[in-house]
């Protein structure tokens, strides 16, 4: 009776760990599958984004900026105004951990003796025919960007953008629009 139960969860259990894993698969996120590192880099404005505590008392002027570094990593630069016209700058380290998966980052804001703490995955979704445009998100859904080469992004190009965001399990109520314009 014991070998029974011993064989039942010998197969029984990996089983259930394949369907466990598939389903997992089903629901991650899909990068930019040839996706140009040399072309992303640079700056770009923060058209739309879903508020985060680093984030929420930005007001206006939300860009970042990417420039490759000598050692193949990546220095972010963050900025952005509140609102009383104070500048915020947040800068960071990014790096691209498997060279087979080029759209899928990851980067740190906490350097520590020259460690980098806390690395959050930083995938890019989605770029424009001539990386026009970015959508940027993380494999839980709670972050997310719309980056675009320009102050503003078309409406045309944005509405499909939420399409597709949606399609992938976002909410695209959880995104705010991003001015790029001080308030009066």
């Avoid at 590192?37 to 404005?45: R, V």
């Avoid at 992004?153 to 399409?163: F, K, P």
Wanted: hydrophobic share 40%; with cysteine.
């Amino acid at each position: 009776m014991v070998m029974k139960w011993l064989l039942v969860g010998l197969i029984v259990l990996p089983a259930l760990f394949l369907i466990g894993m598939e389903v997992e698969d089903q629901n991650q996120l899909k990068t930019v599958k040839e996706f140009e590192l040399d072309k992303y880099l640079g700056e770009w404005y923060a058209v739309a984004s879903i508020p985060r505590f680093f984030n929420r008392s930005c007001v206006w002027g939300n860009k970042a900026e990417y420039k490759l570094r000598d050692d193949g990593r990546i220095d972010v630069l963050n900025t952005c105004y509140t609102e009383n016209g104070k500048k915020r700058e947040a800068r960071a380290v990014g790096w691209v951990p498997n060279r087979l998966e080029p759209s899928k980052l990851k980067v740190s804001f906490l350097p520590l003796f020259g460690y980098r703490l806390f690395a959050a995955d930083y995938w890019v979704l989605e770029v424009g025919d001539d990386y026009e445009y970015a959508v940027v998100g993380h494999p839980n859904r709670n972050f997310g960007w719309i980056l675009s080469r320009k102050p503003e992004i078309n409406s045309e190009t944005l509405e499909g953008i939420a399409d597709r965001l949606e399609s992938m399990g976002y909410d695209f109520s959880d995104f705010e629009m991003n001015t790029q314009i001080p308030p009066e």
